[in-house]
């Protein structure tokens, strides 16, 4: 870690307008880039933005995490079902979890069911 001498401190009398320009074309120019990336107007802002995008990342990847579980667990079944002479697809399961989808998320839920369930329908 490096230390800063006194001397090396500026003090507002001593800079120079052509420093205080640059400071501030250089905080509008990271407001700028912060603006694009987040919407944001503010730079207070823009921080609360990219602390929850990297939470929204971290839960994105669990997520899928849990979804390829999901269809690891799913080929299983299928595979016990196809070899005790059943169908692949137990469609009155299906419903039931598109009923559970839908009431705990709305007809968006349902939606989101469908694309699981086909998912995890796949071939053995």
């Known amino acids: 870690m490096t230390s800063v001498t006194p001397e090396q401190t500026a003090?507002?009398?001593?800079?120079?307008?052509?420093?205080?320009?640059?400071?501030?074309q250089s905080a509008t120019a990271v407001k700028s880039i912060a603006a694009e990336k987040t919407g944001a107007r503010t730079a207070e802002a823009a921080g609360v933005i990219?602390?929850?995008?990297?939470?929204?990342d971290a839960l994105d990847d669990r997520?899928?995490?849990?979804?390829?579980?999901?269809?690891?667990?799913?080929?299983?079944?299928?595979?016990a079902r196809i070899a005790s002479g059943g169908r692949r697809v137990n469609l009155?399961?299906?419903?039931?979890?598109?009923?559970?989808?839908?009431?705990?998320?709305?007809?968006?839920?349902?939606?989101?069911?469908?694309t699981l369930l086909e998912l995890c329908r796949g071939r053995v």
């Open 11 to 24: 003090t507002p009398e001593q800079t120079s307008p052509e420093q205080t320009a640059a400071t501030r």
């Open 50 to 56: 990219t602390g929850a995008r990297a939470r929204i």
């Open 63 to 79: 997520i899928i995490g849990l979804i390829q579980e999901r269809m690891a667990v799913s080929a299983v079944i299928q595979e």
């Open 92 to 114: 009155s399961r299906e419903m039931e979890v598109l009923g559970h989808y839908r009431e705990a998320l709305g007809k968006p839920g349902t939606a989101l069911a469908m």
